[in-house]
């Protein structure tokens, strides 16, 4: 296993911190990345961090991730938590513990968001915290993998 922990962002994400502040806050992408690569270096991890728009790009991350033999992968799925089979049957197909995240709590949300495809292989959901929602799927990844700070 090696000490890489994926963070892979779906669509839309990219445009974190420019608009809808009052639901997904005033930080950016490039601010959930700094958060997430400090809390990882507290275990001696470290980060890929991605993002993309196209499901396949995600899909081929989810690959990567297993093929690398990384120590864990977190997902906020954004649009494709409701819709896609083909993430959950990648994410299905990796070992290391697969922690999703949201920004917001989608429960408290539309009725649409309540279903995720991706929860069912999730070994733990983190929503509504905010971006600090990252730091604390990172955190959980640690403890689940048994990486001491
Ligand atoms: O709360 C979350 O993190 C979500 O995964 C965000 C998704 C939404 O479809 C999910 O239901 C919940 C939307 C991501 C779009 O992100 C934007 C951020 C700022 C401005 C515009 C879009």
């Known amino acids: 296993m090696s000490n890489t922990v994926y963070v892979v962002n779906g669509p839309n994400l990219n445009l974190l911190g420019t608009r809808e502040p009052e639901l997904y ?3 950016t992408l490039a601010d959930v990345e700094k958060l997430c690569r400090a809390t990882a270096q507290r275990f001696g991890l470290t980060v890929q961090f991605h993002q993309s728009n196209h499901e396949g790009e995600i899909i081929d991350w989810i690959h990567q991730a297993r093929a690398e033999g ?4 977190i997902i906020n799925p954004a649009g494709y938590t409701t819709t896609s089979v083909a ?3 990648a994410l ?6 697969v922690v999703e995240v ?5 429960h ?3 009725q649409f968001r309540r ?4 929860s069912r292989v999730a070994r733990a959901v983190v929503c509504g915290f905010g971006i600090e929602g990252y730091a604390l799927a990172v955190t959980g990844v640690a403890t689940m ?3 001491k700070e």
Do not use: F, K, V
């Open 25 to 27: 806050g005033r930080a």
């Open 70 to 73: 990384a120590a864990g992968l």
């Open 87 to 89: 993430i959950l049957d």
């Open 92 to 97: 299905q197909a990796l070992e290391a513990p």
């Open 102 to 106: 949201h920004i917001t709590n989608i």
């Open 108 to 110: 408290a949300r539309e």
């Open 115 to 118: 279903h995720s495809y991706i």
């Open 145 to 147: 993998i048994g990486a």
